[in-house]
């Protein structure tokens, strides 16, 4: 959020202790507020639809920021291991909103089936998703029918690919009149510009003479209910723990907001963005000390509840208090704990912050969870579980913030963070993890965006003050990334761009077979462009006896790769046979000559299509310096109680090399 250089953004790990103990429940009380009906916005209202005038933003009032709760030492063990996953880009990519007065930006995004839309501090825009940009206003022009307030900071924005919804999210803090509003607009569809509904909602703590504003805010929402949540500030002094404000979905969209309002200890709790099939609670998780985590639970059936427990982590140091860049100057990056993002699928629930990395002098490495959360409360004699958990080391000198996280169809786990030390100003990054790597391992960075030059110009010593990573609704396998990084001018400028974790094979290019011939056995019909295709073309060969193996048959592929700058390696083959024989496919090792298994099945007279990623480690010797890679797909018929089997038929088909070029 803004500030001036006196005061800076202070979000606490947690000022009031945790009241709960490992492994128990905590029920909270929530109180409902009236209803507020919404007002419609027309986009056609705006005489000038782009509108990127710089303004100066105001201030935040004075807010400390405490040192994170020291937890009870554990030996759970975070892992460190770098996998040979290495995410694609999409294809798209664009630079989104431009510096607007404000320091630092918080951008956020949201995806829908047809459009994008960012927000930043203190701005709104739309774009179509390969990057047209149909609308930016400033938020107090957005939503000046219901505010006259003009600090407005910290957005957020959803997209709910169920009811085909945006939401938005902005702070509006009244300092002289001690009020403090949640500013939200709820799209008419999942095109931003048909119109949308917006709302004022009072969301100012009082108790006995003192008042407190909401700041740094979680959204989240689930099959019922969309909810939000900040930390509470003093306009004098003081911390009021977290405020979650939860909505019943239907009744928001359809144009009246009516609050349940709960208060809660801890700090800076991020509630889940859904996606796939949408689960009937609302998750939130918070960096509760330094070993545990706190996690939330918000129901919806007939009345709004909130269910709190805690979780044991790995312990974390804190990370040192900023990061120093190319030109010397200091960057406060937020180290003090708390989790950025959240999200959820199908029972797994991910998020990240920042820990200081003890192999890097304590620069900050972003630390990221997977919680399996079991169907709790519903079912609540299973409480959610720690399942992973992982670092992301930057290079020695460097550090990496603002780990925004997700988790894709096939239960691949994508992030994006800030990369600043060095030898950058701000870097772009994401990594990314297959279901299969092994558990608390992440792929290697790479760099989606660079900085355009390596110093800041920025007002303040401030960055992030978070990124967000957005799952594609069509396919949901793209991922989309936000973040910040230094302009040509030194002031920051926002940028999206999309990329794969687990690249479907529609998504990678495919090489055929240049050549093909028998290994074994001897050619019934065929040739290398039967092994082009699924259909009824296949390459058959029909095996002959091998002295101490039994009935083999087999075919030789050889490949000419368009490309050696390979960042995906995969093979791909179907075949068939008989029961009881085995298929094997191996690959051709150029540096040995030798040949390596790579795949083994059981046959069927069905035909069974296989896919197997190859470690980008191994392509040094399974491609040849020419660029060829050579597969065998043998087919063996064993013998069995000394007596030889008899003949069968190897029928293979669609045998492809599928790649993609490193970025």
Same mark, same amino acid.
Not at 137 to 153: A, G, L
Not at 404 to 409: E, T
């Given at each position: 959020?803004?500030?001036?250089?006196?005061?800076?953004?202070?979000?606490?790990?947690?000022?009031?202790?945790?009241?709960?103990?490992?492994?128990?429940?905590?029920? *909270?009380d929530?109180?409902?507020?009236?209803?507020v009906?919404? %007002? !419609?916005?027309?986009?056609s209202?705006? #005489? /000038?639809?782009i &509108?990127?005038?710089i303004?100066?933003?105001?201030?935040?009032?004075?807010?400390?920021?405490?040192?994170p709760?020291?937890?009870?030492?554990?030996n759970l063990?975070?892992?460190?291991?770098?996998?040979?996953t290495n995410?694609?880009?999409?294809?798209?990519?664009?630079?989104?909103?431009?510096?607007?007065?404000?320091?630092p930006?918080?951008?956020?995004?949201?995806?829908?089936?047809?459009?994008?839309?960012?927000?930043?501090?203190?701005?709104?825009?739309?774009?179509?998703?390969?990057?047209?940009?149909?609308?930016?206003?400033?938020?107090?022009?957005f939503?000046?029918?219901v505010?006259?307030?003009?600090?407005?900071?910290?957005?957020?924005?959803?997209?709910?690919?169920?009811?085909?919804?945006?939401? *938005?999210?902005f702070?509006?803090?009244?300092?002289?009149?001690? %009020? !403090?509003?949640?500013?939200?607009?709820? #799209? /008419?569809?999942? &095109?931003?510009?048909?119109?949308?509904?917006?709302?004022?909602?009072?969301?100012?703590?009082t108790?006995?003479?003192?008042?407190?504003?909401?700041?740094?805010?979680?959204?989240?929402?689930?099959?019922?209910?969309?909810?939000?949540?900040?930390?509470?500030f003093?306009?004098?002094?003081?911390?009021?723990?977290?405020?979650f404000?939860?909505?019943?979905?239907?009744?928001?969209?359809?144009?009246?907001?009516?609050?349940?309002?709960?208060?809660?200890?801890?700090?800076t709790?991020?509630?889940?963005?859904?996606?796939?099939?949408?689960?009937?609670?609302?998750?939130?998780?918070?960096?509760?000390?330094?070993?545990?985590?706190?996690?939330?639970?918000?129901?919806?059936?007939?009345?709004i509840?909130?269910?709190?427990?805690?979780?044991?982590?790995?312990n974390?140091?804190?990370?040192a208090?900023?990061?120093?860049?190319?030109?010397?100057?200091?960057?406060?990056t937020?180290?003090?704990?708390?989790?950025?993002?959240g999200?959820?699928?199908?029972?797994?629930?991910?998020?990240?912050?920042?820990?200081?990395s003890?192999?890097?002098?304590?620069?900050?490495?972003?630390?990221?969870?997977e919680?399996?959360?079991?169907n709790?409360?519903?079912?609540p004699?299973?409480?959610?579980t720690?399942?992973?958990?992982?670092?992301?080391?930057?290079p020695?000198?460097h550090?990496?913030?603002?780990?925004?996280?997700?988790?894709d169809?096939?239960?691949?786990?994508g992030?994006?963070?800030?990369?600043?030390?060095?030898?950058?100003?701000?870097?772009?990054?994401?990594?990314?993890?297959?279901?299969?790597?092994?558990?608390?391992?992440?792929g290697?960075?790479?760099?989606?965006?660079?900085a355009?030059?390596?110093?800041?110009?920025?007002?303040?010593?401030?960055?992030?003050?978070?990124?967000?990573?957005?799952?594609?609704?069509?396919?949901?396998?793209?991922?989309?990334?936000?973040?910040?990084?230094?302009?040509?001018?030194?002031?920051?400028?926002?940028?999206?761009?999309?990329?794969?974790?687990a690249?479907?094979?529609?998504?990678?290019d495919?090489?055929?077979?240049s050549?093909?011939?028998?290994?074994?056995g001897?050619?019934?019909?065929?040739?290398?462009?039967?092994l082009?295709?699924?259909?009824?073309?296949n390459?058959?060969?029909?095996s002959?006896?091998?002295?101490?193996?039994?009935?083999?048959?087999?075919?030789?592929a050889?490949?000419?790769?368009?490309?050696t700058?390979?960042?995906?390696?995969?093979?791909?083959?179907?075949v068939?046979?008989?029961?009881?024989?085995?298929?094997?496919?191996?690959?051709?090792?150029?540096?040995?000559?030798?040949?390596e298994l790579l795949?083994?099945l059981?046959?069927?007279?069905?035909?069974?299509t296989r896919?197997?990623?190859?470690?980008?480690?191994?392509?040094?010797?399974?491609?040849?310096?020419?660029?060829t890679?050579?597969?065998?797909?043998?087919?063996?018929?064993?013998?069995?109680?000394?007596r030889?089997?008899?003949?069968?038929?190897?029928?293979?088909?669609?045998?492809?090399?599928?790649?993609?070029?490193?970025?």
């Amino acid at each position: 959020m803004p500030h001036s250089k006196i005061f800076k953004t202070a979000l606490s790990l947690a000022i009031v202790a945790s009241i709960s103990a490992f492994g128990l429940g905590q029920k *909270i009380d929530g109180v409902t507020a009236p209803p507020v009906v919404g %007002k !419609s916005l027309n986009i056609s209202s705006f #005489s /000038n639809l782009i &509108n990127k005038t710089i303004r100066t933003k105001p201030s935040t009032p004075p807010h400390q920021r405490p040192t994170p709760i020291v937890g009870t030492p554990n030996n759970l063990v975070a892992g460190e291991g770098v996998t040979s996953t290495n995410p694609r880009l999409a294809g798209f990519y664009f630079p989104t909103i431009g510096y607007t007065g404000a320091e630092p930006p918080d951008p956020d995004i949201a995806v829908s089936e047809s459009h994008v839309v960012v927000t930043v501090n203190s701005s709104i825009a739309f774009y179509s998703k390969t990057g047209t940009e149909l609308f930016q206003q400033d938020s107090t022009e957005f939503f000046k029918s219901v505010s006259t307030v003009k600090f407005q900071f910290d957005p957020k924005v959803i997209y709910d690919h169920v009811a085909k919804r945006f939401t *938005i999210v902005f702070l509006a803090l009244d300092r002289e009149g001690s %009020k !403090s509003a949640l500013l939200v607009a709820v #799209s /008419n569809s999942a &095109n931003p510009m048909s119109g949308w509904k917006l709302y004022s909602l009072d969301v100012t703590q009082t108790e006995g003479s003192s008042s407190f504003w909401l700041d740094y805010p979680g959204l989240g929402f689930d099959s019922r209910t969309i909810a939000f949540s900040g930390n509470m500030f003093g306009f004098t002094s003081g911390y009021n723990g977290v405020q979650f404000i939860a909505l019943d979905k239907a009744t928001l969209y359809g144009g009246t907001a009516t609050m349940v309002k709960f208060k809660a200890p801890g700090g800076t709790a991020q509630l889940a963005k859904q996606t796939g099939a949408l689960g009937d609670v609302l998750y939130a998780m918070q960096s509760e000390t330094t070993s545990s985590l706190r996690i939330s639970a918000i129901t919806n059936s007939g009345s709004i509840a909130l269910q709190q427990m805690t979780i044991p982590t790995p312990n974390w140091p804190r990370a040192a208090g900023g990061i120093a860049g190319p030109d010397g100057k200091l960057v406060d990056t937020i180290n003090d704990g708390r989790i950025f993002t959240g999200s959820w699928r199908n029972g797994r629930l991910v998020g990240g912050h920042v820990i200081g990395s003890n192999g890097n002098g304590s620069l900050p490495c972003s630390r990221w969870y997977e919680v399996r959360t079991n169907n709790w409360p519903l079912s609540p004699a299973t409480p959610p579980t720690l399942f992973q958990s992982g670092n992301i080391v930057a290079p020695a000198g460097h550090g990496y913030t603002f780990p925004a996280l997700s988790i894709d169809k096939n239960g691949s786990i994508g992030a994006t963070f800030s990369k600043i030390g060095a030898t950058t100003s701000g870097d772009v990054m994401v990594a990314g993890r297959k279901n299969s790597d092994p558990p608390g391992t992440m792929g290697a960075q790479i760099v989606l965006e660079k900085a355009k030059v390596n110093q800041n110009n920025n007002d303040f010593d401030r960055w992030g003050d978070y990124f967000d990573l957005e799952l594609d609704p069509v396919d949901n396998t793209s991922m989309w990334a936000v973040g910040m990084g230094p302009n040509s001018q030194g002031r920051w400028q926002t940028y999206v761009k999309s990329f794969m974790v687990a690249v479907p094979d529609s998504s990678l290019d495919k090489t055929v077979p240049s050549a093909a011939s028998v290994s074994g056995g001897r050619l019934q019909f065929g040739d290398r462009t039967s092994l082009f295709s699924d259909d009824s073309n296949n390459f058959v060969v029909r095996s002959e006896p091998v002295r101490g193996l039994g009935q083999v048959a087999g075919i030789n592929a050889l490949f000419t790769l368009p490309y050696t700058n390979i960042d995906s390696l995969r093979v791909s083959y179907s075949v068939a046979g008989v029961v009881g024989a085995t298929a094997n496919v191996f690959v051709l090792n150029n540096l040995t000559g030798g040949y390596e298994l790579l795949d083994s099945l059981g046959l069927s007279a069905t035909r069974q299509t296989r896919s197997v990623d190859i470690p980008l480690a191994s392509r040094a010797k399974y491609i040849s310096s020419s660029g060829t890679m050579t597969l065998t797909v043998r087919g063996t018929l064993p013998v069995r109680s000394g007596r030889m089997p008899g003949a069968f038929s190897l029928a293979v088909d669609r045998v492809s090399v599928l790649t993609s070029q490193l970025n």
